[in-house]
């Protein structure tokens, strides 16, 4: 009987669906085990054969894990909001609501005949109501809490609005904006306006003004990894740094949180280490500087420096404040750095630089802050201005520059070139002062970061401390201790533990993305009712920002809430009394992605986003598999939501994925035509094949891989896909036309996507899954070839061949299985077993390969070993697994058996085979029972005829043998 794929395909997905064979429920009496994909956004090219590479991977051990007899959850669903849906729309003017659900039926389609074990039933689209609405709850319950820092948790807002009644901030610890200094009587004296605006310093989703990356031409604000190279990636558009009032997200006062759990979860070091570097853990001393009593270059003339009274946040009343990690290098600061969004700049700039700094700074709008910390080339300007080293006295320049970020410490430095790399290169270019600070060190880039040595006062600049302070002598680690004592003991600053990582913008100047649940009274923002969400969406008839700049939802007539009759209702009747006007922005991508885990646990509850019994019983996720990229977005944001939820009683785990597994990429194989370049426009075009191309003067181009098969081209297909080359000629060889191919990224400007829906049609989605795992490990990237297929397609040919013939299914034996079935069999068992809990799906499949053959060869018919083989083949290739497992006289389905065991006395070798060596020269092999020992074995080599040749008259000095491997006679 005929390997039909087709058919066996279409029918049991169809009876899976049916059947609802994936469908799971909470049983207690059962493990649990939670799988999950990072889920996609539907894009309206639909799936190349890249995408299902983490998908085939994870679905391979949830259906294994369910063999062992775990209960697993696999759901998918769709991250349905977002920038290219809403683009469409402005383009076309059709909703985005219907392109993505059109993307989304065809993904659906898609992933269905790729053979998934998900279980439909519990799938989420980020932008169904019914879904966001717990995005928004979770919101609102961010806003009204903030981050107690010695309970080490996030608490109800009323508690420190009750700690500021009775004690002002005296002895509070709470994660905030600036520290502010209030005593009860003044918080109590405020009106209710004056202290709701106060306490966005302590929300945990706050309103702020930040530095964003503003796209004008989209009409929003971008994430960084939305920008490259100062433009948009969708569109091109330029984009600067602009300072927005936005909503943010306080991730900050989670740093320490999010730095611990890493050490609780079974991650690979390396994307460890990255969420690590982001966070950025460093301890080190706030030191407060004086602005110089006058603007102007040394010799110029005196000008005070009123300008810098009532200093912003971060900086000191006629001054500002730095962080270093290194305090002792205080001697060897010969300039002052700020970055150019820091409100100082303004204040210090003096009239004669006005003109230069802002030149630099219109400059520095358009880099993002990504860009800025990867490129080191040098780039500043001088203020004009001086501050002054508390320790010494000695009047320092102060520069601007963009390798210094206003996010990160207080968004100004000491700038110390002689041990700091960016620095020396700003000194070095600049021609400013450069100051050693170790005893016999070189001022050289193998110094920059030098930790270990003396450290001495610089005699040479002849700089001297104030009070006799001198580090001269000390070790480096007892210099930072001194300095920190000494600026603590003298108020010169304070000993501070600082985090890289910033506060998430939220905020997004879109319309297809969530709602945020805010209205506004007399300019503060207020929470609609809980009970009144969610709050859907509105109509509206265009997408672009509006004239006044207003974001897209500034176009929604009925976009107000009334507080009486707790509605949304038309923009008109705002009085500013009862009904008030809503926030415009929603929400951003990631805010929709950030808990869609737990909602999968859940995701019909209409009370809660996860109900206790439900969280209780799936905890979090054990297997996430996803994409390194999101290891400084998606996975910082998801932990940091988590742990808020897991704060205020709703998640049990404080981390919600357990073990991450990120899938590499599959790479495309590239196709090219040579076109033979002529002066001659109205001749008809030429091409010539690989082989001959270098005869000719050429250029490559892209053709689709789609028309090309085992790199010839068709050129017919070729002619009707590019009209424009319906008489071009070809230079043949060997009667055919050879493409040439490299390895790139799979798009579709480059012709090399290749649409899974193909694969399936010719091949089988058994044989896309094979062929998929066995191009490599799942954590590499890989290219793509279609020219490769075919060696999975004819393994599961020869696998069903196992058990079926052309005249039928073939009558299998019930007795017992000989010794070499059985070492063939239980050996793949164990591979197969210890390779898919290590992901090496790649050598599983080459293992069945080789198995397959021997019992090809040995012609087995042994039912026992053939229905543990169609078991252990299930997760790889489920459509074969299922047909042959009912074949096999079985009414449920292949996924309700046990996974086969191995018994290790069935891979005991019961022989050996050892090479027979003359002098270290192999000559021939010979067997032996495993447990023989030397002596037998000697006596056998000696006897042996073979050897006699070999030995002739000489004499055997000694007999070397290596066990299991090698016999080696020595004569002479």
């Known amino acids: 009987m005929e390997y039909n794929f087709n058919e066996i395909e279409r029918r049991w997905q169809k009876r899976w669906a049916e059947m609802k064979t994936y469908h799971v429920t909470e049983d207690t009496q059962k493990e649990k085990f939670y799988v999950l994909n990072m889920f996609p956004y539907p894009s309206g090219a639909g799936l190349h054969v890249g995408h299902p590479l983490g998908y085939i991977a994870s679905d391979i051990y949830a259906r294994y894990k369910r063999l062992k007899g775990f209960n697993v959850l696999n759901p998918m669903g769709y991250d349905a909001y977002g920038l290219p849906a809403e683009q469409y729309a402005i383009q076309t003017g059709q909703h985005p609501a219907v392109t993505t659900d059109e993307n989304i039926n065809h993904y659906r389609e898609q992933l269905d005949k790729i053979g998934f074990s998900f279980d439909w039933d519990r799938e989420v689209r980020t932008c169904d109501p019914k879904y966001y609405h717990w995005t928004q709850w979770a919101f609102i319950r961010m806003f009204n809490s903030y981050y107690d820092n010695a309970q080490q948790k996030a608490r109800p807002i009323e508690e420190l609005e009750k700690y500021l009644s009775e004690h002002g901030t005296e002895g509070l610890d709470a994660a905030c904006s600036e520290e502010l200094k209030l005593t009860a009587t003044e918080w109590n004296a405020m009106t209710e306006k004056e202290k709701r605006h106060t306490l966005m310093n302590w929300r945990l989703a706050y309103l702020g003004e930040t530095m964003v990356n503003w796209c004008a031409g989209l009409g929003t604000v971008l994430a960084n990894d939305e920008v490259v190279d100062g433009v948009s990636v969708r569109g091109g558009y330029p984009v600067v740094q602009k300072k927005m009032m936005q909503w943010c997200l306080r991730v900050s006062a989670y740093a320490q949180r999010l730095l611990d759990g890493l050490d609780t979860v079974e991650w690979t070091d390396s994307l460890k280490e990255t969420q690590r570097n982001w966070i950025g853990r460093s301890e080190g001393t706030e030191i407060e500087f004086k602005i110089a009593p006058h603007k102007l270059p040394r010799g110029g003339a005196s000008d005070t420096n009123e300008a810098n009274q009532n200093s912003p946040s971060g900086e000191n009343e006629g001054g500002f404040t730095i962080f270093t990690t290194r305090a002792d290098t205080i001697f060897g600061v010969t300039f002052m750095v700020l970055a150019p969004e820091s409100e100082l700049v303004e204040k210090v700039t003096t009239p004669e630089q006005k ?301 919600p994925f357990k073990k991450l597994v990120n899938q590499g990429m599959i790479q495309g194989r590239s196709n090219f035509v040579y076109r033979v370049n002529s002066d001659d426009h109205d001749a008809a075009p030429v091409f010539v094949s690989l082989g001959l191309k270098d005869k000719y003067d050429t250029t490559p181009i892209h053709v689709d891989v789609n028309i090309v098969h085992a790199d010839v081209l068709d050129i017919n297909a070729f002619k009707a896909w590019r009209p424009e080359y319906e008489n071009a000629e070809f230079i043949l060889e060997d009667g055919k036309y050879v493409c040439g191919w490299a390895i790139e990224k799979m798009s579709k400007s480059m012709y090399n996507v290749v649409n899974p829906d193909m694969i399936v049609e010719k091949y089988g989605a058994d044989t896309l899954r094979l062929y998929e795992m066995f191009l490599g490990p799942v954590e590499q990237s890989k290219p793509w070839d279609t020219n490769g297929i075919d060696g999975c397609h004819r393994f599961l040919k020869k696998f069903w061949g196992l058990y079926s013939d052309k005249d039928g299914m073939k009558e299998l034996a019930d007795g017992e299985a000989t010794a070499e079935e059985l070492k063939s069999v239980h050996k793949l068992i164990k591979k197969v077993t210890q390779d898919i809990e290590a992901f090496s799906y790649n050598t599983s499949v080459a293992a069945f390969m080789i198995c397959v053959n021997e019992l090809s060869q040995m012609k087995c018919r042994n039912r026992a070993l053939l229905t543990d083989m169609v078991v252990l083949i299930a997760p790889f290739a489920p459509h074969i697994a299922e047909e042959l497992w009912h074949a096999l006289g079985n009414d449920t389905t292949v996924f309700d058996a046990a996974w086969p065991e191995y018994n290790e006395k069935f891979l005991v070798e019961s022989t050996v085979s050892l090479t027979v060596s003359f002098n270290g020269k192999a000559r021939y092999q010979m067997q032996f029972a495993a447990d023989a020992d030397n002596k037998t074995i000697e006596s056998a080599v000696l006897a042996d005829d073979r050897s006699k040749k070999y030995i002739g008259d000489k004499n055997v000095v000694k007999v070397i043998i290596v066990p299991k491997k090698i016999v080696n006679i020595v004569i002479k």
């Open 355 to 655: 003109a230069e700094v802002d030149a630099y700074l219109e400059r520095t709008k358009k880099r993002t802050e990504r860009e800025r910390i990867s490129d080191r080339s040098v780039s500043g300007v001088f203020s004009g201005s001086y501050a002054v080293n508390p320790f010494t006295g000695e009047d320092i320049p102060i520069w601007i520059s963009d390798y210094v970020l206003a996010g990160y410490g207080t968004g100004a430095i000491m700038a110390v070139p002689a041990h700091d790399s960016r620095d020396y290169a700003f000194a070095k270019h600049f021609g400013l002062e450069i100051r050693p600070l170790i005893e016999g060190c070189d001022v050289s880039e193998e110094s920059f970061d030098a930790k270990e040595g003396t450290v001495c006062n610089s005699p040479k600049s002849g700089v001297e401390a104030i009070h006799g302070f001198s580090l001269n002598g000390l070790s480096v680690k007892e210099a930072i201790q001194k300095t920190k004592e000494f600026v603590k003991a003298n108020n010169l600053g304070r000993v501070k533990v600082n985090y890289r990582l910033r506060d998430a913008i939220f905020s997004r100047q879109r319309y297809w993305g969530e709602p945020f649940p805010v209205y506004y009274k007399d300019g503060e923002p207020y929470m609609i009712p809980e009970e009144c969400l969610p709050l859907e969406l509105p109509e509206i008839d265009q997408y672009k920002p509006t004239e006044t700049g207003e974001p897209p939802l500034g176009h929604a007539k009925k976009w107000a809430w009334d507080t009486t009759n707790n509605c949304v209702v038309d923009k008109s009747l705002v009085d500013n009394v009862t009904v008030f006007p809503l926030e415009l922005n929603t929400m951003p991508g990631f805010a929709g992605s950030s808990a869609y885990y737990l909602r999968y646990m859940d995701p019909t509850n209409d009370k809660a986003l996860v109900s206790p019994e439900a969280d209780q019983y799936w905890r979090n996720v054990d297997l996430y598999v996803g994409g390194t990229e999101h290891a400084t977005g998606h996975l910082i944001y998801s932990r940091y939501w988590n742990k808020f939820l897991h704060d205020i009683g709703v998640s049990c785990e404080e981390e």
